[in-house]
């Protein structure tokens, strides 16, 4: 299982927390750190849409030009969060074909039958 995103991210945090509360074991991937590939996000485009993966609310949402915002399909989707990885919402949890996006912990008691 991997937990993917940006360690001083407190949505991030309240994951790892939780996983580790749970003694659920994981890796952590770290875009900044770690880099992120098109092979990834593709893997995740099998199960979840492009538009759940770019988060809206986000400071870098808000910096992006709006004729980029405008324009914006699968494919420059997938540029920009190779681009600006900070645009993904998080966490993105991947556990071998299931892959869930952002953090709920009634979400999480759920997937994980806690």
């Known amino acids: 299982m991997i937990l993917y995103g940006i360690k001083n991210c ?3 945090k309240k ?4 996983l580790e509360e749970n003694d659920i074991a994981y890796t952590f991937h770290d875009f900044r750190v770690d880099g992120l590939e098109q092979a990834t996000i ?3 485009l099998k199960t979840i849409s492009w538009e759940t ?3 809206k ?12 915002k405008e324009s914006l399909d699968k494919f420059t989707a ?3 969060m190779l681009t600006t990885p900070t645009i993904i919402k998080r966490p993105v949890l991947v ?3 299931s892959c869930m996006v952002g953090f709920k912990e009634a ?4 997937y994980f039958g806690k």
Request: charged share 35%.
């Open 95 to 97: 556990d071998g074909d």
């Open 10 to 12: 407190d949505t991030i």
């Open 57 to 68: 609310r986000s400071t870098t949402w808000r910096q992006i030009d709006d004729s980029v």
């Open 53 to 55: 993966l770019v988060n």
């Open 15 to 18: 994951a790892r927390r939780w």
């Open 107 to 110: 979400d999480y008691n759920t």
């Open 78 to 80: 997938i540029e920009l």
């Open 42 to 44: 593709d893997s995740w």
